[in-house]
């Protein structure tokens, strides 16, 4: 059974750091692109960050967090710095729907999701 | 980047309704789309990806359609438990983009 294991997320003041981790099983965690999504209270999903053999950021997180990956301890990250007011949300991993190949390192459309974990930035 | 656009933003329908929402993108994506479910405090659920192939669960009464820019997710028949937010992903490029959602209400 594939479980997403979300943790690390709490109050942090403006200017702060948290680091997200994501911890996966069930399935051949270092073939797969994982992705963070956040929901701010009462808004839609927002993509922020995807880890093939590449990284991408959203503009709104770009300089500020870092998504890493250690396969061998089937670990996902979120190193989360400057922190604003406007990151505060419920923060999302998600595993990509299909194992990454030589022509497609991302599909789309997430199939597993973590329960979620709350980061509230504010003084 | 692209730019996903749903509408509409919500719709009131009952049980026994076929609902239909559509998505546009600000560019051709090819089939590099997907939906998702999602109720209120949970995860997404993801219904359809390649814009029209129904995820392994996922009830028969969900079906996609569409390519290029304008996709369509639509619902036979309305159940009880369909009541949610739904959400397109486009997945053709980096970065990936949400539509801004619809909700199905009662």
């Known amino acids: 059974e594939v479980q997403l294991l979300e943790s690390g997320g709490g109050l942090v003041q403006p200017g702060g750091s948290l680091r997200l981790s994501c911890v996966a099983s069930?399935?051949?965690?270092?073939?797969?692109?994982m992705t963070w999504v956040r929901q701010a209270p009462g808004k839609g999903l927002e993509w922020v960050s995807s880890?093939?053999?590449?990284?991408y950021y959203a503009d709104s997180v770009k300089g500020r967090f870092t998504i890493s990956r250690d396969n061998s301890k089937n670990t996902l990250y979120l190193q989360m710095n400057s922190l604003r007011a406007e990151d505060t949300a419920v923060y999302y991993c998600?595993?990509?729907?299909?194992?990454?190949?030589?022509?497609?390192?991302?599909?789309?459309?997430?199939?597993?999701w973590g329960q979620g974990t709350l980061v509230t930035v504010s003084s | 980047d692209i730019q996903m656009t749903q509408s509409p933003s919500s719709v009131s329908a009952s049980v026994g309704d076929r609902v239909t929402i559509t998505c546009r993108a600000s560019?051709?994506?090819?089939?590099?789309l997907a939906w998702f479910q999602q109720k209120p405090g949970k995860a997404p659920n993801l219904l359809i990806y390649?814009?029209?192939t129904l995820q392994s669960g996922v009830p028969s009464r969900f079906s996609g359609s569409g390519s290029g820019t304008d996709f369509t997710l639509t619902i036979s028949s309305l159940r009880p438990e369909d009541f949610a937010t739904y959400y397109c992903?486009?997945?053709?490029?980096?970065?990936?983009?949400f539509g801004g959602g619809t909700k199905v209400e009662i």
């Open positions: 998600a595993k990509d729907r299909a194992p990454q190949s030589t022509l497609i390192t991302y599909y789309g459309g997430e199939d597993f």
């Open positions: 069930g399935f051949t965690f270092s073939s797969y692109a």
């Open positions: 880890i093939s053999g590449s990284t």
């Open positions: 560019q051709r994506i090819n089939n590099w």
């Open positions: 390649a814009a029209s």
């Open positions: 992903q486009q997945a053709n490029t980096f970065p990936l983009a």
